[in-house]
């Protein structure tokens, strides 16, 4: 069979098909696919027209589609098609994701160059993969959706993102379910995979400074409850972390006994609660506020644990769930800030801490604040409103600490 009839049995099953000079750059006919569809027109365009403008319609604001991840990376045009053929190549392949219709086409460029003219010319064939796509395999032989496999990237990425450690794994079993960067980086581990295989090992030689939190923990095995206590991860090695960390049970999609912890790293914050304890009776109201920093901390530590949850109960609903994981966003910076807030105390006894000042919008001012709240507020079915009356909308302040008197305020009420 010689190249015309081989290329007229691809074109009889592609979603469409048309020829182009290459060289002058200039698509002769207009485009028509299988659905009846005129591609020229639909980008606004009318035959002949060049082929860079046409890429340029799909690939623009008017279309927008995109290439996809595994295809090259650099946008078809006549000149990139003459230079390849030039090089040697006389195929090219790219493969494209069509937003509108939610499809995807693998286009297949074949170049030869015309005997009477002496231009090279392309045979473009494009037929549709949507299925092909869509079907992705795991290593396990798991058939899993594309586009379900692309949102468990995006709250992997979002996970990673947090400056608390979450783990979470199923009980019995001990297969895990989810653990992000931050736990690794606590645990002194490089990869999941070795997460993984020491798992058991990890959780057994966990310090427990209080007796009692072993009891506790114990009792999650049967029973559907919440843990709120300190923990020494590896304890007498280089990489010794003193954690404050909630532990509590949920339940998968599919009914499985699922144990969720979140661990903030306060080892800076206990190294100088230590110092200040050993200090002059001066210095005791330091002492004190160290001593009860934790309890300070598990306000916005509920809150995003439990913003983590509506995420996982809202995993398909994308606008319920984008929404959650801004709220969770800012109760992580704001347990951060209470973390590095506590390490800076020692600088006020040389007088060398100081009111950082900037700009910032009062009707927006407490917004951070809602979303560490408003959690607590629900699971205790109160309702909390405020008035904001200023003369200036902008204002000069150091808004974080301003936020902390009111945490504070709110907790305390709660």
Same mark, same amino acid.
């Given at each position: 069979m010689n190249a015309e009839k081989i290329l007229a049995a691809l074109a009889g099953n592609a979603s469409y098909s048309?020829?182009?000079?290459?060289?002058?750059?200039?698509?002769?006919?207009?485009?028509?696919?299988?659905?009846?569809?005129?591609? *020229?027109?639909?980008?606004?365009?009318?035959?002949?027209?060049?082929?860079?403008?046409?890429?340029?319609?799909?690939?623009?604001?008017?279309?927008?589609?995109?290439?996809?991840?595994?295809?090259?990376?650099?946008?078809?045009?006549?000149?990139?098609?003459?230079?390849?053929?030039?090089?040697?190549?006389?195929?090219?392949?790219?493969?494209?994701?069509?937003?509108? *219709?939610?499809?995807?086409? %693998?286009?297949?460029?074949?170049?030869?160059?015309?005997?009477?003219s002496g231009h090279i010319f392309a045979y473009v064939i494009s037929r549709e993969i949507t299925e092909v796509e869509n079907a992705i395999f795991t290593s396990s032989?798991?058939?899993?959706? %594309?586009?379900?496999? /692309?949102?468990?990237?995006?709250?992997?990425?979002?996970?990673? !993102?947090? !400056?608390?450690?979450?783990?979470?794994?199923?009980?019995?079993?001990?297969?895990?379910?989810?653990?992000?960067?931050?736990?690794?980086?606590?645990?002194?581990?490089?990869?999941? /995979?070795?997460?993984?295989?020491?798992?058991?090992?990890?959780?057994?030689?966990?310090?427990?400074?209080?007796?009692?939190?072993?009891?506790?923990?114990?009792?999650?095995?049967?029973?559907?409850?919440?843990?709120?206590?300190?923990?020494?991860?590896?304890?007498?090695?280089?990489?010794?972390?003193?954690?404050?960390?909630?532990? %509590?049970?949920?339940?998968?999609?599919?009914g499985k006994r699922i144990i969720y912890t979140t661990y903030v790293d306060a080892s800076e914050m206990q190294a100088l609660k230590t110092v200040v304890e050993n200090a002059e009776s001066g210095n005791r109201a330091k002492s004190d506020f160290l001593f009860n920093m934790s309890h300070d901390l598990y306000t916005p530590m509920n809150a995003v644990i439990g913003y983590a949850e509506l995420i996982e109960t809202h995993w398909d609903d994308r606008v319920s769930a984008k929404k959650y994981l801004a709220k969770l966003m800012d109760s992580s910076k704001f347990l951060m800030f209470l973390l590095n807030n506590a390490i800076e105390l020692a600088s006020l006894e040389s007088g060398k801490e100081k009111i950082k000042e900037s700009l910032a919008n009062a009707e927006s001012f407490n917004d951070m604040l809602d979303a560490i709240i408003e959690k607590a507020m629900q699971e205790r079915n109160l309702h909390f409103s405020r008035t904001v009356n200023v003369e200036h909308t902008n204002v000069m302040c150091d808004s974080m600490k301003l936020r902390v008197v009111f945490l504070n305020i709110l907790s305390n009420s709660l």
């Open positions: 048309f020829e182009f000079d290459v060289t002058a750059g200039i698509v002769e006919n207009d485009i028509i696919g299988k659905s009846g569809i005129n591609y *020229t027109k639909k980008a606004g365009l009318s035959s002949p027209c060049l082929f860079n403008d046409l890429i340029s319609r799909f690939f623009g604001e008017e279309i927008k589609c995109r290439f996809l991840n595994n295809s090259r990376k650099k946008s078809v045009s006549s000149e990139y098609l003459l230079n390849l053929y030039l090089s040697g190549e006389t195929r090219y392949e790219v493969n494209v994701f069509y937003p509108e *219709t939610n499809s995807y086409y %693998r286009n297949l460029y074949f170049l030869y160059e015309d005997e009477n032989g798991e058939k899993k959706n %594309r586009e379900q496999v /692309d949102r468990e990237v995006f709250y992997k990425n979002m996970l990673d !993102a947090q !400056a608390s450690g979450i783990l979470a794994y199923s009980y019995p079993g001990y297969q895990i379910i989810a653990a992000n960067a931050e736990t690794l980086r606590m645990f002194g581990l490089n990869s999941i /995979d070795e997460l993984k295989s020491n798992l058991r090992e990890i959780v057994e030689n966990t310090y427990y400074p209080s007796p009692i939190t072993v009891e506790k923990l114990k009792s999650l095995r049967t029973m559907d409850a919440s843990v709120d206590y300190d923990c020494i991860l590896n304890k007498g090695t280089e990489n010794e972390r003193t954690v404050i960390a909630k532990t %509590r049970i949920i339940y998968s999609p599919h």
